[in-house]
């Protein structure tokens, strides 16, 4: 098997994984291929053709993954196509951008807890929990991903360093 076939059976195995997780099938393909391409960029004409999935599907998948931040359009000089690529510093951004889910659960726990009559009752007991959940998750994601951030910035720059 050449490096090409395992790395095109590879984004497929996680494309799996992600459209069992919930994800849309086109959309993983699509985001898993970009993921493993050695090209730097794909247009949606590559995405079709390497997928063997419509343009109508790359599109919705491109739409979707842009909005989550998992797909970038970039200029590409003397063609009219858009570009795609997966971004750098996608999957830190990702994380982050889940601080206002975080932040709007511990809000609801909190709300209904009080509206529950304090935790000493089941729904309590459980919007308890489900606050204390988010609150830790609102407190210890934010640093996690500075610390993920400053490590991956000295690791590309030992990389970089070493050529």
């Given at each position: 098997?050449?490096?090409?076939?395992?790395?095109?059976?590879?984004?497929?195995?996680?494309?799996?994984?992600?459209?069992?997780?919930?994800?849309?099938?086109?959309?993983?393909?699509?985001?898993?291929?970009?993921l493993f391409s050695r090209q730097e960029t794909m247009t949606a004409a590559d995405?079709?053709?390497?997928?063997?999935?419509?343009?109508?599907?790359?599109?919705?998948?491109?739409?979707?993954?842009?909005?989550?931040?998992?797909?970038?359009?970039?200029?590409?000089?003397g063609s009219r196509r858009d570009h795609y690529r997966f971004p750098d510093g996608?999957?830190?951004?990702?994380?982050?951008?889940?601080?206002?889910?975080?932040?709007?659960?511990?809000?609801?726990?909190?709300?209904?807890?009080?509206?529950?009559?304090?935790?000493?009752?089941?729904?309590?007991?459980?919007?308890?929990?489900?606050?204390?959940?988010?609150?830790?998750?609102?407190?210890?994601?934010?640093?996690?991903?500075?610390?993920?951030?400053?490590?991956?910035?000295?690791?590309?720059?030992?990389?970089?360093?070493?050529?």
């Amino acid at each position: 098997m050449s490096d090409n076939e395992r790395l095109r059976d590879l984004a497929e195995n996680l494309a799996l994984i992600l459209a069992q997780g919930g994800m849309q099938k086109a959309t993983a393909r699509v985001m898993t291929s970009l993921l493993f391409s050695r090209q730097e960029t794909m247009t949606a004409a590559d995405l079709c053709e390497e997928l063997q999935i419509s343009s109508g599907a790359v599109s919705g998948a491109v739409k979707q993954l842009a909005q989550s931040g998992l797909l970038e359009r970039v200029p590409a000089p003397g063609s009219r196509r858009d570009h795609y690529r997966f971004p750098d510093g996608a999957w830190a951004r990702l994380m982050s951008q889940q601080n206002q889910l975080l932040s709007t659960m511990s809000e609801v726990a909190e709300q209904g807890l009080a509206a529950a009559d304090g935790p000493s009752t089941p729904a309590g007991r459980r919007l308890a929990e489900m606050g204390d959940f988010y609150a830790f998750m609102l407190r210890e994601l934010p640093p996690l991903i500075a610390r993920w951030r400053t490590d991956f910035t000295a690791k590309r720059e030992v990389r970089v360093w070493r050529g």
